[in-house]
T-cell receptor, first 113, second 114 residues
Framework: QKEVEQNSGPLSVPEGAIASLNCTYS??????FFWYRQYSGKSPELIMF????GDKEDGRFTAQLNKASQYVSLLIRDSQPSDSATYLC?????????????FGQGTTLQVKP | DGGITQSPKYLFRKEGQNVTLSCEQN?????MYWYRQDPGQGLRLIYY???????QKGDIAEGYSVSREKKESFPLTVTSAQKNPTAFYLC?????????????FGDGTRLSIL
């Protein structure tokens, strides 16, 4: 069973701190990885995606991918209370061209003012 | 505005009843997906379709059925065979199933049993 694993949390950080969200995956064929933010009762919205080893930055967000360690992370700098949400990590389903994604169970982030 | 529209937002099902959830997209996306989300859980794939008139089972297809008669529409029927249908249902689409593209989601339908 191909899996994406996340710590469910909650991860609690003070406002202005760096939040670090982590994800591991079992499918070595996964090519790309996606971070979605989901507010309570709402649908997921795409935050970032990454497909190359290393870091990718977009504003306050940095995604990191290490394919050798099968590890993906999302760093949120200068965390704001509005960042409080569940963050879903997803990876593409192996090398098959289906567009399918495998989702982790999500990490709940709480940013305290 | 381009996007994915799911309806209704809330739906209630009686015992033994089939209900259909609508998903329409005007993004000209090739592939569409249906997921189920239970409280505190990630998304589990029910069915997906890469092209019109073709669809494939996902990980939890039992008790569900779909059709893809038009590119823009991918309705999901929750049949009476699905004994635990209470969940948040999400429809997603992707511009092309080839290549590593992100999926984009509709606003979801919350289904409950009466």
């Amino acid at each position: 069973q191909k899996e994406v694993e996340q710590n469910s949390g909650p991860l609690s950080v003070p406002e202005g701190a760096i939040a670090s969200l982590n994800c591991t995956y079992s499918d070595r064929g996964s090519q790309s990885f996606f971070w979605y933010r989901q507010y309570s009762g709402k649908s997921p919205e795409l935050i970032m995606f990454i497909y190359s080893n290393g870091d990718k930055e977009d504003g306050r967000f940095t995604a990191q991918l290490n394919k050798a360690s099968q590890y993906v992370s999302l760093l949120i700098r200068d965390s704001q209370p509005s960042d409080s949400a569940t963050y879903l990590c997803a990876g593409t389903h192996g090398s098959s061209n289906t567009g399918k994604l495998i989702f982790g169970q999500g990490t709940t982030l709480q940013v305290k003012p | 505005d381009g996007g994915i529209t799911q309806s209704p937002k809330y739906l209630f099902r009686k015992e033994g009843q089939n209900v259909t959830l609508s998903c329409e997209q005007n993004l000209n996306h090739d592939a569409m997906y249906w997921y189920r989300q239970d409280p505190g859980q990630g998304l589990r794939l029910i069915y997906y379709s890469q092209i019109v008139n073709d669809f494939q089972k996902g990980d939890i297809a039992e008790g569900y059925s779909v059709s893809r008669e038009k590119k823009e529409s991918f309705p999901l029927t929750v049949t009476s065979a699905q004994k635990n249908p209470t969940a948040f249902y999400l429809c997603a689409s992707i511009i092309s199933y080839n290549g590593n593209q992100p999926q984009h989601f509709g606003d979801g339908t919350r289904l409950s049993i009466l």
